[in-house]
C-alpha cells in the first residue's frame, strides 16, 4: 500500500470538507443584509484588496498564483452578493411590462454573473508546458502523419503556400503525407445544374490537381459534399492510413517546427488525443484594422483565447479542437468516427466526445501555424455567427452540462466556452434597458443611488478588475465589449434561430482573402445607425425626465450614465464599420532579422527588417541606399530552414530621409518560392515575438481614454462617407469621401 | 320659612352666576408659521383657526392687529379686511403715509362658535388706479402676528356638568383646562398611584390634544373639620348645615373656579368626600361626572361649587378599569352623568398605541385616517396638507418606497401658471403643470416615493395648487378666476410597504415627537417613570401626560414607581436632583449628573456632540465622547434631561434622567418642557433648560444604538451590520481567505499532478 498516497488522498478530502463548509458560511455571510453606506465601505475596502492582489498576481513571485486565487474568490464573492441582493431587494414591479423589463434585466446579469464565475475558475490557473522538440529520439520510431488540407473554395494561390509551408515540416519526409482534400470540385459540384458552375468546379479540380501534382502530394476530393469540413475530413480519413492526423485550414500556414514541437506530446502519453495551438493571424480582422489601426499594437481576439483561456482549459484537461493548427490521434478518432458532424462546430464537438470517452488534449502555446483573419466586416459576422450557432448546438443537442464521462471541471470547461457565446441576449438588454426607464418610464431597477454606489459599481468594478488580472495583457478593457456589441444583433437572430430548430444550421464557409480596394461603409451598419438613434433619443428623453421629475433624478443620473456609456461604444463601433482600404494583398508584420542586400555587380548594402509579408519587405538600411539597384537579391538567416535565403527582389522604393528600403519579393524557381515561404511564414519566433509585442497590459483608465478618443472621430468619418455616397448619387461629387485615415 | 328656601337657592345659584376669566394670547399661539406674515400680490390672505371650547361662552373679544403697509400702496383702493367665520368684521385702510399702524377690531360674541373658528385677514393691494401688476413687488403689506393679540373674556356655559362635556373642559380651544387637580385619600394603595394616576392623567391630557395639560396629585383628609365661621352663633352647624357641608367639594385646597378636578380611588377610600347616593351607585368600574354644590354664607362663598370626576370602583383592579375606561372614552357619545364600566376588549397597550398609526404592509385611503375631499375655488395660492403618522420605529429597506394612488381633477379654464406640487415632509416630489384648457381628471394617478421621505411619527403630505385664470390677451384687462375649481378626493390612496420596527436611540426628538420608547408599534413592554420621593409625584403626572399626548394614545404601559432603581427592564426616566441621583452608578455615562457633574463640553470633544439626526446619520462615526469636566456645582435655576442606553436592563432599552437641583425646581422645569414651545424642541440627547421659551442647550453625547422587536432576528442583523460593518468585512476577508486558501493548495496540488504527468 502506497502510504503517502493514501494520507494525501485523506488530507485532500479533508481540505475539500473544509473548503464546503467555508463556502457555505461565506455564502450565508453573503446574504447578510447591511444598508447600503455599510456596503460602501466595505465595497470599497475589497475593491482596494482585490486591486492590490490582482497587482502582485501580475508580478513573477512565490505566491503570485494565491494573490490570482485570492482576488478572483474576493471578486466572486462580490459579484454574488450583488446578484443575491438584486435578487432579494431590488425585484419589485408595479405593472406586467415592468416585470417583464425587471425580470429580463436580472436574467442578463445572472447570465454574465454565472459566465464571469466559469470564467474565473476555467482561468484560475493557466497550465505552462514546457516547450519539447523530436530531439534525441529515433526518427524511425516516429509515428507517420498525414497532413490534410480541407479546402472548399479558397484561391489557388492561397492554398500553394499552405502546401509549400507544409512541406518544408521539419519531420522525417517518409513518414511526412501532405493531402488537399478539395470539396470545391466534387462529383456533386461538376456535375451541378448550373452549368457555370459545373464548369467551374471542374476548372478547380483540374488546376488543385495540377498544382498537386506540381508540388508532389496527393489530392483528394469526393462524390457528395455531405457534412462539409467534417464529412471532407472524415472522407480523406478513410482512404489514409497515418497514426497522426494534422488538420490545416486552407490559409494556414505552419511553420516548419510544428510537428517538431507536437509530436512528442504524443509520444510521452498514448491517452493523448489531440495537440492543439494558437491559430495565429497574419492580417488584421475588421475590428482590428478599421479600429484605430491597432493590429500590431492591440492584443487580438485570438491573443485572448489563446494566450489565456487555452491554457487554462488546458489545466482543467478540456482544451478543445479549433479546427486547425492541431494533431490528432488516428486511432482516437476512429473510435468516434472522425471529426462529428451533428453541429457546425465540428471541432470542439469532436473534443467532447473524445473527452467523454476519458482521452486527453493538450494545448502548445506556441503560435506555429499563421491564418488568415476574415477582412470584412460582413465575413467576420459570417464566421462568428457559425462559432455561435455552433456552439449552441453542442449545448442543444449534447448537454456538456450533464456528459457521462466528462469530469466536473470539464464540464465547467465546456459550459464556459459555450455560454460566452450566448452574450448577444444579455448584452441586447444591456443595451436596450436604459430605454426602458428613460423613455417608457418603467421602473427595471429598485434601487436607490447610494445602493447603486454600494453594490452595483463595486460589482462592476470587481468585474473589470478580475478581467484585467486575468486577460489584461491579451484583452485591452472595454474591447470586448465592442466586438459583442458588433456581433450582437446579428448572432442574436441566428441564435434564436438554433434554440428554435437546433439542427437547422448548416456549415458555411468563412470568406477570406477578399479585397479591399476602397473605403466604404459596411453594408451591416444600417442596425447601428437605428440603435445609436434609438439611444440618443433615450439620452435626450432622460435629460426631460432629469427635468420634469425631480423625485428620480438620482437613478435617471445613473441611467443616463449607463445609457452614455453604451452610445459611446455604439459610436466606437461606428468605426469597426468603416471598411477602409486595405493596400497590400498580403499584411505586413513586424521582423526584426539583419539583411543583405547584394547586387549582381557584389555590392551590398546591410540593413534591419521592419517588417515582411509573403509579396516583399521594408527594411531600414545602415548605409545610404540611394544607389541600390532596381534588381538585387536579399540575404538573410532562415530560422525556418537553418541556413541563408538568398531571394531575387525588385526594389520599389527609397526613402532617403529615414533609409527606409521597400522590396517586392521576385522567386525565380521553385526553391526560392519555397525559401520566400519559409523565411517570410514558417518562423514561429517571429510570430511569437510579434505576439509579444502586442500583448502589453495598459491600464483600465488609458482603455476607456483610448475608446472615447476614437469614440466620436468615426461619426465624422461615417458623415463624411455618407454625404460623399449621397452627393455621388446626385451627381454632384465624383470622389469617395476621405480614405484611408 | 320661604325666606329659608330662598336663601337656600340662592346659596345654589349663587357660585354657579357665571364667573368670567380674561386672558390674552398671541396669534402665533394659534399660527404655525413664523411671527410675520406677509401678504403679496393684489389680493391676499390668511387664514388662522381659533379653537374655542364647547363649554366656553365667549363674553368679549378684542382683536388687535399691528400692521406695516407697502408706501407704495394708494389709500382708498387698498384695504386689510378682517373676516371673522366668514364675516367681515374690519376694515382697515392702508396709508402710505402712515405705513405702520396698530388697529382694534372687536369680534361680535355672536360670530363664535364651539370648535374652530376662522379669522381670515385679506388684503386689496393697489399702487395705481388701473392696470395694476399683480405680481409687482410693491404691493405688500405684513402683519406681525406675534405682537398681534386676542383678548377674550369667556365664561363656562355648563349648566348640568356630564362625561359629553369632559371634552369640553379638557379642549386646546381658548375656555379649555390647562391644569388639573387629582384627589386620593391619604391612605392610597400603590397600585392606584404607579398605575392608575398616570392613566387618569393621560385620559384627560389626551383631550387637551396637544396643549399641555399640568397635572397635581393631592390628598383629602379622611374626615372633614367645620371651618371656624366669623361672627357664627354655635348653633350654626346645625344637621341641615352640615349636610350641606359635607356635598360640596371641602377638600379642595384651590379656591378655582370652573374647573373640574378629579376623585380617584376605590369607593372605600372616597367614601370620606363621596355622598351616600354615590356611594350606593358604585358597585364595579365606576366612572361620574358630578357638579358639587357651594357653601355660602351671608353671601361668603366659604366652599366654592365645583365640577369634579369620580374615577372609582369597589376594587383597584375596577378603579384602573374605570381609568381606561375615561382614556380611551369617546364623550361625545356619553351625554349623561355616570358610567358603569362592565367590560372592556382590545385594551392591551400595544394594540392601543397601533390603532393611531397607519400600519406598514397596508394600503389606506384619505378617508381611513380622516382627510377630507378638498376643493379649492377662485384664482389663487392653496394648500392642503394630509397628515398621518406611521410607527415610530417605522424602518424600511433603502429601496422601498410607497405609492400614491392620487384622485383629482381640475375644472377648465386654467390658464398659463396653474400647478400642482406635491411634497412629503417638506421635500418636493413631484409636479404637475395643471394645463389642460379643457381640465382634467385623473384616477390612481400614480407616485412612487423612496420610503426614506416618510418617518416614524406625524408625517405630512402637502398639496400645494397655484390657480390662475387664462391671460386676457388685452392690457390691463383681467380674467376673473371665479371658475377655477381643483379638487383632491379623499379617495386617493397611500400603500405602505413592508417595514421594520427599530429606531435608532437615544433620540429626544423622536420622544417628543412620538413619545418612543414609551410608544412603540408591536410590543408595549412595560416602562416606568422612577421617582425617589412623592415629591416628584406631580411631575410624573405631568410627563406621562405629555408622553400621552406624543404617542397620541394612553401608554398603559407606563407606570411611576417610588426609589432610583433602575435595576428592571424595560425604557425608564429617572426624576431627581443630584442628591437623590447619586444612587445610580453613572461611571459609564457620558455625563454624570451627581454631588459632582460629568459635562462633556462641546471644545472637548469633535464636532460630532452637535445634535444629528440619528435616524439618517449613517456616517458610522464612532460616537464616543472623550473629553469631560468634573466639577462640584449646583445646577441651579436649570434642568437637564439626557438620555443614553440602560445600563443594566436585559433587553436594549432607554434610560432618561430628569434632574434639577430641587424638586420644586424640577416639578417647574418639566411644566415648561411640555409647554407647546419647548416639547417641540427636544432633540440630541443632552438637552438643559430654565425657562418655557428655549432650551440653553442641546448636544448629541451618548453612543447610538437600535432598539427593536427582538423577534425579527433578520432585521437586526441589518441593523447591526449596518452600524457594525467592519465585523461583516473582516468575517468576510477571513472566510475569503480560508476558501482561497484551500483552493490554492488544491490548484496546485493539481498541477503537481498535470506535471507528473508529462
Known amino acids: 500500500m502506497d502510504y503517502p498516497q493514501t494520507h494525501k488522498h485523506h488530507y485532500t478530502s479533508k481540505l475539500i470538507t473544509v473548503l464546503v463548509v467555508a463556502s457555505l458560511v461565506l455564502g450565508a455571510l453573503l446574504l447578510a443584509p447591511m444598508d447600503a453606506l455599510g456596503q460602501l465601505l466595505s465595497s470599497i475596502v475589497i475593491l482596494i484588496v482585490i486591486s492590490l492582489c490582482s497587482s502582485e498576481a501580475r508580478h513573477t513571485q512565490k505566491y503570485q498564483h494565491l494573490f490570482r486565487v485570492f482576488a478572483l474568490v474576493l471578486g466572486i464573492a462580490l459579484s454574488v452578493r450583488y446578484l443575491l441582493w438584486r435578487g432579494i431587494y431590488t425585484l419589485t414591479y408595479s405593472d406586467f411590462l415592468s416585470m417583464i423589463a425587471v425580470w429580463l434585466l436580472f436574467g442578463a446579469e445572472i447570465y454574465a454573473g454565472v459566465t464571469s464565475v466559469l470564467g474565473a475558475i476555467v482561468n484560475a490557473f493557466p497550465l505552462s508546458r514546457p516547450l519539447l522538440s523530436l530531439e534525441g529520439i529515433d526518427k524511425s520510431t516516429l509515428p507517420s502523419v498525414d497532413v490534410m488540407i480541407p479546402s472548399y473554395n479558397e484561391d489557388e494561390d492561397i492554398l500553394e503556400v499552405t502546401i509549400r509551408a507544409a512541406q518544408m515540416l521539419d519531420y522525417p519526409k517518409d513518414k511526412l503525407y501532405i493531402h488537399l482534400l478539395d470539396d470545391g470540385g466534387t462529383d456533386q459540384k461538376i456535375n451541378a445544374d448550373n452549368p457555370e458552375a459545373a464548369a467551374a468546379a471542374k476548372q478547380r479540380r483540374k488546376s488543385l490537381q495540377a498544382l498537386c501534382e506540381r508540388l508532389g502530394i496527393t489530392y483528394h476530393t469526393r462524390a457528395k459534399n455531405e457534412f462539409a469540413k467534417a464529412g471532407n475530413v472524415n472522407s480523406a480519413i478513410q482512404n489514409t492510413t497515418s497514426d497522426l492526423i494534422v488538420i490545416l485550414d486552407a490559409d494556414h500556414v505552419p511553420t516548419s517546427d510544428f510537428l517538431d514541437r507536437t509530436v512528442p506530446w504524443m509520444l510521452r502519453n498514448e491517452n493523448v488525443f489531440l495537440v492543439q495551438t494558437p491559430h495565429f493571424m497574419a492580417n488584421p480582422d475588421p475590428v482590428e484594422r478599421n479600429y484605430f489601426s491597432a493590429f500590431t499594437r492591440m492584443p487580438s481576439e485570438n491573443d485572448m483565447f489563446y494566450g489565456t483561456i487555452q491554457k487554462g482549459l488546458d489545466y482543467w484537461g478540456s482544451s478543445f479542437f479549433c479546427g486547425s493548427a492541431a494533431l490528432m490521434r488516428r486511432k482516437h478518432l476512429d473510435l468516434v468516427g472522425g471529426i462529428s458532424g451533428e453541429s457546425i462546430t465540428e471541432d470542439a464537438e469532436t473534443a467532447l466526445d473524445l473527452h467523454k470517452m476519458g482521452y486527453e488534449s493538450v494545448y502548445v502555446d506556441r503560435p506555429m501555424v499563421s491564418g488568415l483573419a476574415p477582412e470584412t466586416f460582413d465575413a ?176 435617471t443620473v445613473v441611467v443616463m450614465l449607463w445609457n452614455g456609456f453604451n452610445l459611446v461604444l455604439l459610436l466606437s463601433v461606428l468605426s469597426v464599420l468603416l471598411e477602409r482600404k486595405q493596400v497590400r494583398s498580403q499584411a505586413r508584420l513586424p521582423a526584426t532579422n539583419s539583411v543583405v542586400i547584394k547586387t549582381s555587380n557584389d555590392e551590398a548594402w546591410v540593413g534591419d527588417l521592419v517588417d515582411l509579408s509573403l509579396g516583399g519587405a521594408r527594411l531600414r538600411l545602415k548605409g545610404a541606399g540611394a544607389l541600390v539597384p532596381e534588381n538585387a537579391t536579399f540575404t538573410s538567416w532562415s530560422h525556418a530552414l537553418n541556413k541563408n535565403v538568398h531571394i531575387p527582389i525588385k526594389v520599389l522604393h527609397y526613402d532617403s530621409s529615414s533609409k527606409m528600403l521597400r522590396v517586392r519579393f521576385a522567386p525565380q524557381n521553385e526553391e526560392q518560392e519555397n525559401e520566400v515561404v519559409a523565411f517570410s511564414l514558417c518562423d514561429s519566433l517571429r510570430w511569437m515575438s510579434f505576439q509579444r509585442r502586442r500583448t502589453r497590459a495598459i491600464s483600465y483608465w488609458f482603455g476607456a481614454k483610448h475608446v472615447l478618443k476614437v469614440g466620436l472621430k468615426p461619426v465624422f468619418m461615417h458623415l463624411l462617407v455618407l454625404m460623399g455616397k449621397f452627393a455621388g448619387k446626385l451627381g454632384l461629387r465624383a470622389n469617395p469621401a476621405k480614405e484611408n485615415q | 320659612m320661604i325666606k329659608k328656601y330662598l336663601i337656600s337657592l340662592l346659596c345654589l345659584c349663587l357660585p354657579f352666576t357665571l364667573v368670567a376669566e380674561t386672558n390674552s394670547y398671541r396669534l402665533t399661539d394659534f399660527f404655525g408659521a413664523g411671527s410675520t406674515v406677509r401678504l403679496q400680490g393684489k389680493s391676499a390672505s390668511v387664514d388662522i383657526s381659533i379653537p374655542l371650547s364647547s363649554v366656553a361662552d365667549v363674553d368679549s373679544a378684542l382683536l388687535t392687529l399691528e400692521v406695516v403697509s407697502s408706501q407704495a400702496l394708494i389709500k382708498k383702493r387698498s384695504q386689510l379686511y378682517v373676516r371673522f367665520n366668514n364675516a367681515t368684521i374690519g376694515q382697515i385702510a392702508f396709508d402710505p403715509d402712515r405705513p405702520s399702524l396698530v388697529s382694534e377690531v372687536t369680534i361680535p360674541k355672536s360670530l363664535w362658535r364651539a370648535g374652530f373658528n376662522s379669522l381670515t385677514l385679506a388684503v386689496s393691494q393697489h399702487y395705481a388706479e388701473q392696470c395694476v401688476d399683480g405680481n409687482a413687488p410693491e404691493l405688500w403689506s405684513e402683519i406681525n402676528v406675534y405682537n398681534s393679540t386676542l383678548k377674550i373674556t369667556t365664561s363656562v356655559n355648563e349648566k348640568r356638568f356630564t362625561l359629553e362635556a369632559l371634552s369640553g373642559f379638557f379642549n386646546p380651544g381658548i375656555g379649555g383646562q390647562r391644569n388639573v387637580q387629582l384627589y386620593t385619600a391619604s391612605e392610597t394603595d400603590p397600585v392606584i398611584k404607579q398605575q392608575t394616576l398616570p392613566i387618569v392623567a393621560q385620559a384627560l391630557a389626551l383631550r387637551n390634544q396637544y396643549q399641555p395639560l399640568i397635572i397635581q396629585q393631592d390628598y383629602f383628609a379622611d374626615e372633614y373639620v367645620l371651618p371656624q365661621l366669623e361672627q357664627t352663633d354655635n348653633n350654626y352647624w346645625d344637621e341641615q348645615n352640615v349636610a350641606r357641608y359635607e356635598r360640596t367639594a371641602w377638600y379642595l385646597k384651590a379656591k378655582q373656579q370652573q374647573s373640574v378636578h378629579v376623585l380617584v380611588g376605590t369607593v372605600d377610600a372616597l367614601s370620606p368626600v363621596l355622598s351616600d347616593e354615590v356611594i350606593n351607585d358604585i358597585d364595579g368600574a365606576f366612572l361620574k361626572a358630578e357638579r358639587t354644590p357651594a357653601f355660602v354664607k351671608d353671601s361668603q362663598v366659604i366652599v366654592p361649587a365645583s365640577y369634579r370626576l369620580i374615577v372609582s370602583g369597589t376594587t383597584q383592579d375596577e378603579v384602573l378599569a374605570a381609568a381606561k375606561a375615561l382614556a380611551v372614552m369617546d364623550d361625545a357619545i356619553n351625554p349623561i352623568s355616570q358610567v358603569k364600566v362592565l367590560s372592556q376588549s382590545q385594551m392591551q397597550a400595544n394594540s392601543l398605541q397601533r390603532n393611531r398609526v397607519l400600519n406598514p404592509d397596508n394600503h389606506y385611503t384619505f378617508e381611513d385616517f380622516g382627510a377630507t375631499t378638498t376643493q379649492f375655488r377662485d384664482e389663487g395660492d392653496f394648500n392642503r396638507r394630509v397628515s398621518f403618522r406611521l410607527p415610530a420605529d417605522f424602518y424600511v429597506p433603502e429601496n422601498a418606497s410607497v405609492s400614491l394612488l392620487l384622485d383629482f381633477g381640475y375644472g377648465a379654464g386654467f390658464g398659463p401658471g396653474s400647478v400642482m406640487n406635491v411634497s412629503v415632509n417638506d421635500e418636493l416630489v413631484h409636479g404637475l403643470a395643471l394645463n389642460n384648457i379643457n381640465g ?102 405631568t410627563l406621562s401626560a405629555k408622553l400621552a399626548q406624543a404617542a397620541q394614545a394612553p401608554l398603559l404601559n407606563l407606570q411611576i414607581t417610588r426609589g432610583s432603581d433602575i435595576s428592571v427592564d424595560g425604557s425608564v426616566i429617572v426624576l431627581g436632583t443630584p442628591d437623590t441621583l447619586s444612587s445610580i452608578e453613572q461611571a459609564e455615562f457620558s455625563t454624570a449628573i451627581e454631588a459632582t457633574k460629568r459635562w462633556s463640553y462641546r471644545l472637548q470633544n469633535t464636532l460630532h456632540n452637535q445634535v444629528r439626526n440619528l435616524t439618517d446619520d449613517k456616517s458610522f462615526k464612532e460616537m464616543r465622547v472623550d473629553g469631560h469636566t468634573v466639577q462640584e456645582n449646583e445646577l441651579g435655576e436649570q434642568a437637564i434631561l439626557t438620555a443614553q442606553a440602560h445600563p443594566v436592563s436585559s433587553q436594549t432599552d432607554t434610560l432618561f434622567i430628569i434632574a434639577a437641583q430641587t424638586p420644586e425646581l424640577l416639578e417647574a422645569r418639566v411644566e415648561d418642557l411640555v409647554s407647546l414651545s419647548l416639547w417641540g424642541q427636544m432633540a440630541g440627547d443632552f438637552f438643559a433648560w430654565k425657562d418655557p421659551l428655549s432650551p440653553s442647550l442641546i448636544m448629541q453625547v451618548s453612543e447610538k444604538f437600535e432598539l427593536g422587536e427582538a423577534d425579527d432576528s433578520w432585521l437586526h442583523l441589518r441593523l447591526w451590520l449596518s452600524n457594525n460593518p467592519w465585523y461583516w468585512l473582516i468575517g468576510f476577508i477571513v472566510l475569503v481567505f480560508t476558501v482561497s486558501m484551500i483552493i490554492y493548495i488544491l490548484l496546485k496540488r493539481r498541477n503537481e499532478q498535470v506535471q507528473d504527468s508529462w
Open chain 2, 440 to 541: 382634467q381628471s385623473y384616477r390612481d394617478y400614480q407616485l412612487r416615493i423612496p420610503a426614506r421621505f416618510f418617518k416614524g411619527g406625524v408625517n405630512n403630505l402637502d398639496f400645494a395648487v397655484t390657480m390662475r385664470p387664462p391671460l386676457a390677451g388685452v392690457a390691463c384687462d383681467d380674467v376673473p378666476g371665479s371658475h377655477l375649481v381643483f379638487q383632491l378626493d379623499n379617495s386617493s390612496v397611500i400603500e405602505l410597504p413592508d417595514a421594520g420596527n427599530v429606531a435608532v436611540q437615544p433620540n429626544l426628538a423622536m420622544l417628543s415627537e412620538t413619545a418612543y420608547p414609551f410608544a412603540r408599534y408591536k410590543s408595549a413592554p412595560a416602562s416606568t417613570i422612577a421617582i425617589p420621593s412623592d415629591d416628584y409625584f406631580n411631575a410624573a403626572l
Open chain 1, 380 to 555: 467576420f459576422i459570417q464566421q462568428r455567427m457559425r462559432w455561435a450557432q455552433g456552439m449552441t448546438q453542442i449545448l442543444l443537442l449534447k448537454k456538456p452540462y450533464k456528459a457521462e464521462g466528462l469530469k466536473w471541471y470539464q464540464r465547467v470547461g465546456y459550459m464556459s466556452s459555450i455560454m460566452f457565446w450566448l452574450f448577444p441576449f444579455a448584452r441586447i438588454i444591456f443595451l436596450l434597458m436604459p430605454l426602458a426607464y428613460l423613455v417608457f418610464g418603467l421602473q427595471v431597477y429598485h434601487a436607490s443611488i447610494l445602493e447603486i454606489f454600494a453594490y452595483t459599481l463595486p460589482h462592476v468594478i470587481a468585474t473589470y478588475m478580475i478581467s484585467t488580472m486575468l486577460f489584461g495583457r491579451t484583452r485591452w478593457p472595454l474591447v470586448s465589449e465592442l466586438y459583442e456589441i458588433l456581433q450582437c444583433a446579428f448572432t442574436l437572430n441566428a441564435l434564436t434561430k438554433v434554440f428554435l430548430k437546433p439542427r437547422a444550421p448548416s456549415f458555411v464557409v468563412t470568406p477570406k482573402g477578399e479585397s479591399l480596394e476602397k473605403t466604404f461603409v459596411s453594408p451591416l451598419s444600417s442596425i447601428f445607425y437605428w440603435l445609436i438613434l434609438v439611444i440618443t433619443f433615450a439620452l435626450g428623453s432622460g435629460i426631460y425626465k432629469f427635468i420634469t421629475e425631480p423625485l428620480t433624478r438620482e437613478l
